[in-house]
Structures are given as C-alpha cells and as structure tokens.
C-alpha cells in the first residue's frame, strides 16, 4: 500500500492548466522529489496533496483511502501530513516549545509537551525549547519548523523547498541533517525543489516535471544516465549540444563518434554531451592515438572540479550546429575535470567521450 498516490490529478487556475494528469505515488519511508523549472506545477501539487487546494480532478489517496476526488476533501488537519514551508512560518508571539505544540490538539497537555520536547531534541533543538523564533538562527528556524511537522506523528511529511532561505553552506548542512531526521522517522516525504543537485542528493526517486505533466519519474541515477528526453538531460546542468545525421548506426562529431542506435540513415537528431563526458588528455601528440584535438579557451577552478572552456574544428559533416549558437567550424564545448586541472590558453588537448555522458535525441524532440 502506497502512503501517497495521485491518481489522474489535474488542476487549473482560470485558463492556466497547472497540473496535466499527474500519476504518482509515494511508498511509506520513501522521500520522492518534485523537481522542475518555477511554473511547472510542483507546488501545486503539494498544495492538492495537503488539502490546501479543493482538487478540481482525479482521486488523492493517503494510506489507501480516498481523502479527496473532485467531489469531497478532507481538510488538511484530517490528512494526517505535515507541512513545511520555505518561510518557516513559525508564530513569533510563541516560544519553540509552543510552536512546536501548537497543533497537539487531541492529546493531554502533559502528552502534548512531552511530544512536542521529543520533536525538539530529534531535530538537535532540545535546548532552545524556551527561546523564541527571532532569537535564532535561519538554520535554527527550519529545525524547529521540521520539529513542529514531525510532532504530530503524519504518515505523510510535505516540504515546500524548505532550504531555499539558507545560504550555501548552510543549506547543505541542514539538508543533510532534515534527510537524516526523515528517514529516521519514517514518514513518507514528498519535496518540491528546483534546484537538481538537491533533488538527487536528498531523493529516492525524483519526479521531473515541465509544464504541469510528468516528463520522467525514477532514481536520481536514472535520471541523470538514462534521460528519456533532451529536457531530461539537460535540466541537470550545464550540456554542450549539436545537430547530426545519421550515418549507418552512429553520429560523427567533431569530438568523436557516437552511437545512434535505432536511428535510421540520413535522420536528423541532437547529440548532448555532458562537460564531464568530455575527458581531455594532455602530452598526446596531434592526431595521437586517433583522438580529435580541441584548443583551450580558459580554464576555470570551481573547488572540487574545474570547468575548461574549448575550441573544437570540426570537418565538414562532423556536426553541423553547436548549441551555443556556434558552427561546426568554430564549436564552443564545455568541459569539466575532477580536481584541479587548468590547462593554458590555447593549448591543443585530445578528447575522448564517455558513452555514459552523451544523448541521442530525435531532432524534433530538441528542447
């Protein structure tokens, strides 16, 4: 039994169809991401699925009961789920301790403390009980918001790109810290991000979402090595990407040959190659080991990797447009190495291409 299913859900606002026939489900103790550009639906359907919208179609289950299918909804405090929201949203007039207990409604005063301190010291806030929101810390803030979710004991956990306030080192402290706490609970989690890497650091499965409608569902490294379309493959980062034809079964481009399999002679298609597919080889000779040559333009470190801008020369119907508006003559390709690897302007590199890193897409499904 899931903890969460949508099951055919759409929504409107006015002529703006937001949500387009969402299938989804969320087993118990999984964290499913909600990931997609700002306008594609996600937060709404967090919002449909804790009752803060009136579903308009489809059927909104929870444990396997029906809480909501266009004719009758469950409000969001009968929904057994708890909510955090980006803002926090935490009530200033009341200490953390109150906050947290705030909606313990059902229980004794002495159960309602008691379980409003274990949400506290699950959360490493078991301290700060009797201090209030404005004496604290951003990060701070999130736990206790965390901790006041968690109090009621939902079967359902929903955050609404709940690290979007913190800056960078923050964020990922307290991300780290939040997947921890959920898994230890136990809920099932449903997040809504923009931001890739996050998804895939805090995800089980991640739901990729564009204009309202699901464009892929699965793990990160599904996601991530086997895109089912250019959108897909690109919405994780940076992509160097150009038009090819096809030629008996592969593409040759001016970085190398790749396999087009299922693609028939003469078809049209974009090839996108991740900056990390592109393995660059310093001390080979022109033309060594039969590797095509790119020249650097500049090399950057960015900490744990370092990003090599490229000039590669390609021959005539080695790839026929580069994706940053360049032509095959005078392509502009990406590259990205692990560690500190920065070599000098205008030195002449071999490459070589991982498979794994490079799509094949038909031409008309370019994003």
Sequence with gaps: MTALTLDHVSHAYGRTLAVDDLLLDVAPGELVCLLGPSGCGKTTVLRLAAGLERLQQGRVLLGGAVVADGKTSLPPERRSVGLVFQDYALFP?????????????????????????????????????????????????????LARALSPQPRLMLLDEPFSGLDTALRNEVRDEALHILKSHGAASLMVTHDPEEAMFMADRIALMRAGRLAQIGTPTELYFQPKSAFAASFFGD???????VRQGRVTTPVGEIRAAGYGDGARVEVLIRPEGLQLHSGLAEGGGGLPMVEVLESRLLGRSSLIHLTAHGAAGSGEQAGKGQNAADMHLHARAPGHFLPGVRERLAVSLDPKQTFVFPLQAAE
Excluded: C, K, W
């Design 93 to 145: 007039h009341l200490s953390v301790l109150q906050n947290v207990s705030f909606g313990l409604l059902q229980i004794s005063p002495q159960e309602r403390e008691a379980r409003a301190r274990e949400a506290l010291r699950l959360v490493g806030m078991g301290d700060y009980a009797a201090a209030f929101p404005h004496m604290l810390s951003g990060g701070q803030q999130q736990r206790v918001a």
């Design 239 to 245: 992509i160097n990407r150009f038009e090819a034809t």
